[in-house]
T-cell receptor, first 114, second 115 residues
């Protein structure tokens, strides 16, 4: 069975600083990987996804993520954080066969300070 | 806006009661998933339907059930409610693509409070 670990429960960054949120997955084959963002009181919005091909994927709102098979990681990055990026971020993994449910990490809460 | 709608947005009820949560998937999506988000358990998969048939089951309690109707909307029924059932319930939908997981688009959720 697949699993996802987001080691950081809460991260605080200054506005304009760079950001990296960590995600490690466990899955026996090539995974399908996703990052979602949840603003307070809101649903989950897809930021980006990796299915195959280029291991550096670009998403919305200036986010990118890099798939590293050797490290079983799919870290999310943003070069310059805006106050509106404050939210909860979830990494998720899906199987590469069948239309299957996602397994989510526990999430990382991002706070942005002036 | 993901195109997935959920009603109601908020639901407050008492222990022992029964409620129904409704989800309308994106136009054309055949798969519907239900997830529960709570502070202690995080986001947990409950159940999946594809074109009216149950496809996969996760950590869904026997007191909970779901169905997907011919028009593809889905309902999640929660009965004999307990305080611990208080959570945010999300519905997600995805199109059918043969042989692989596809992107799931999430609705805004229904916040259930059991008093």
């Amino acid at each position: 069975a697949q699993s996802v670990t987001q080691p950081d429960i809460h991260i605080t960054v200054s506005e304009g600083a760079s950001l990296e949120l960590r995600c490690n997955y466990s899955y026996g084959a090539t995974p399908y990987l996703f990052w979602y963002v949840q603003s307070p009181g809101q649903g989950l919005q897809l930021l980006l996804k990796y299915f195959s091909g280029d291991t550096l994927v670009q998403g919305i709102k200036g986010f990118e993520a890099e798939f590293k098979r050797s490290q079983s990681s799919f870290n999310l990055r943003k070069p310059s954080v805006h106050w509106s990026d404050a939210a909860e971020y979830f990494c998720a993994v899906g199987r590469n066969s069948g239309n299957t449910p996602l397994v989510f990490g526990k999430g990382t809460r991002l706070s942005v300070i002036a | 806006d993901s195109g997935v709608t959920q009603t109601p947005k908020h639901l407050i009820t008492a222990t022992g009661q029964r409620v129904t949560l409704r989800c309308s998937p994106r136009s054309g999506d055949l798969s519907v998933y239900w997830y529960q988000q709570s502070l202690d358990q995080g986001l947990q998969f409950l159940i999946q339907y594809y074109n009216g048939e149950e496809r996969a089951k996760g950590n869904i309690l026997e007191r909970f059930s779901a169905q997907q109707f011919p028009d593809l909307h889905s309902e999640l029924n929660l009965s004999s409610l307990e305080l611990g059932d208080s959570a945010l319930y999300f519905c997600a939908s995805s199109p059918r693509l043969a042989g692989r997981t596809d992107t799931q688009y999430f609705g805004p959720g229904t916040r259930l409070t059991v008093l």
